[in-house]
């Protein structure tokens, strides 16, 4: 199985200050076929169901604010938020669905400074 | 957007039995894959497994934990995919989604419903 790590798990962030979220997994996620990374970025509000924010690692999924931003390739990759919003507090889980039991990070949680 | 929408969750005692159920609101549920993710109190969430479409072969993956214990179908004809959960455990307890998949990207989630396993 393809494990996927999140660091940090907590992260503190001043409004309009940059968060970096960081994702790795145990293998590669990026497909020779195509040459996309099967990784995608879930936002996760209190008691809301999880929300597709960037898949394919940097495809930002329609009406998600630019300030969110995927990025990596192979097995490292990383989701940034430009300038953190209030409305940004949440957990976010990064994900693999290069091969099956599709698996997630542990989750990190983002909050206000 | 697809509206996903779960039922079928219960306070159920161990080793006992449960069908979950999601209705989509898709024209394009039959050429849809179906994922159920789940999330135990507290915790991270869990992929539990998935079901392609009809076109693509209708069998379904699991996830090592529910193997043999739960089962993934779809009636397209209702637009509808079920979890069928036997054998159930204490650790089995959390919210349950359905995700629909586009080229394996998790792009629409239900509201979930929740599972209780205790006696």
């Known amino acids: 199985d393809i494990v996927m790590t999140q660091s940090p798990d907590s992260l503190a962030v001043s409004l309009g200050e940059r968060a970096t979220i960081n994702c790795k997994s145990s293998?590669?996620?990026?497909?020779?076929?195509?040459?996309?990374?099967?990784l995608a970025w879930y936002q996760q509000k209190p008691g809301q169901p999880p929300k597709l924010l960037i898949s394919w690692a940097s495809t930002r999924e329609s009406g998600v604010p630019d300030r969110f931003s995927g990025s990596g390739s192979g097995t490292d990759f990383t989701l940034t938020i430009s300038s953190l919003q209030a409305e940004d507090v949440a957990f976010y889980y990064c994900?693999?669905?290069?091969?099956?039991?599709?698996?997630f990070g542990q989750g990190t949680r983002v909050e206000i400074k | 957007e697809v509206q996903l929408v779960e039922s079928g969750g219960n306070l159920v005692k161990p080793g006992g039995s449960l069908r979950l159920s999601c209705v989509a609101s898709?024209?394009?549920?039959?050429?849809?894959?179906m994922n159920w993710v789940r999330q135990a109190p507290g915790k991270g969430l869990e992929w539990v497994g998935r079901?392609?479409?009809?076109?693509?072969?209708?069998?379904?993956d699991y996830a090592a934990p529910v193997k043999g214990r739960f089962s993934i179908s779809r009636d397209d004809s209702k637009t509808t995919v079920y979890l069928q959960m036997k054998g159930l455990k204490i650790e089995d307890t959390g919210v349950y989604y359905c995700?629909?998949?586009?080229?394996?990207?998790?792009?629409?989630w239900g509201q979930g419903t929740t599972v209780t396993v205790s006696s």
């Open positions: 079901i392609k479409s009809e076109t693509d072969g209708g069998t379904a």
């Open positions: 898709s024209s394009l549920f039959s050429i849809t894959w």
């Open positions: 293998q590669t996620v990026l497909h020779s076929s195509d040459n996309k990374n099967y």
């Open positions: 994900q693999q669905s290069y091969s099956p039991p599709l698996t």
């Open positions: 995700t629909t998949d586009h080229f394996q990207v998790m792009n629409n």
